[in-house]
T-cell receptor, first 112, second 111 residues
């Protein structure tokens, strides 16, 4: 079966712009989480959605937001981009609260 | 989530078993122990998870200490493809999708 699909794979944006990243979870998975990975901070949790509701949020500024649609697909948005937002953004999905998560390959965002 | 402690790096030879340790002394009774690994230029990959009993799957085995304050991920026969960063994560049942990644253990596999 298809894995977690993230689009686009690579993105270059200018400081001050906004960006939207997309994630299609594995069919049947209703929980979608987002993570940011940088060399300095490692993997950090952004937020998690289940049935279109945000259930958990990490320690990121309000410029980072997300949403989930009725088909479980999810998007995350970063407004007013800063150079420090350059990172690999990863999406993960799961079918069970206590189960493992399947990660996508990520979107590499570069802010110039 | 409970804090975990892993060695920064470990080395192994191909086709030999590898035991990756993890300490989690502040684990609570309903916390699950998860292991993920990340190969270069890829997202993390789920390896295995467990609560109290030892667990086996096609990728690895998870041995959990009786007091649950430590666990060991066992790769029975390391291959070059197993070279990755391995993360041990203790996940609270109500953490809703949040996995707290530490620095992990960099596993090097020699041919």
């Amino acid at each position: 079966k298809a894995g977690v699909t993230q689009t686009p794979r690579y993105l270059i944006k200018t400081r001050g712009q906004q960006v939207t990243l997309s994630c299609s979870p594995i069919s049947g998975h209703r929980s979608v989480s987002w993570y940011q990975q940088t060399p300095g901070q490692g993997l950090q949790f952004l937020f998690e959605y289940f049935s279109e509701t945000q259930r958990n949020k990490g320690n990121f500024p309000g410029r980072f937001s997300g949403r989930q649609f009725s088909n479980s697909r999810s998007e995350m948005n970063v407004s007013t981009l800063e150079l420090g937002d350059s990172a690999l953004y990863l999406c993960a999905s799961s079918s069970r609260q206590d189960g493992g998560y399947t990660f996508g390959s990520g979107t590499r965002l570069t802010v110039v | 989530d409970a804090k975990t402690t892993q060695p920064n790096s470990m080395e192994s030879n191909e086709e030999e078993p590898v035991h990756l340790p993890c300490n989690h002394s502040t684990i609570s009774g309903t916390d699950y122990i998860h292991w993920y690994r990340q190969l270069p230029s890829q997202g993390p990959e789920y390896v295995i998870h467990g609560l109290t009993s030892n667990v086996n799957n096609r990728m690895a085995s998870l041995a959990i200490a009786e007091d649950r304050k430590s666990s060991t991920l066992i790769l029975h026969r390391a291959t070059l493809r197993d070279a990755a960063v391995y993360y041990c994560i203790v996940r609270r049942g109500t953490s809703y999708g949040k996995l707290t990644f530490g620095q992990g253990t960099i596993l090097t596999v020699h041919p």
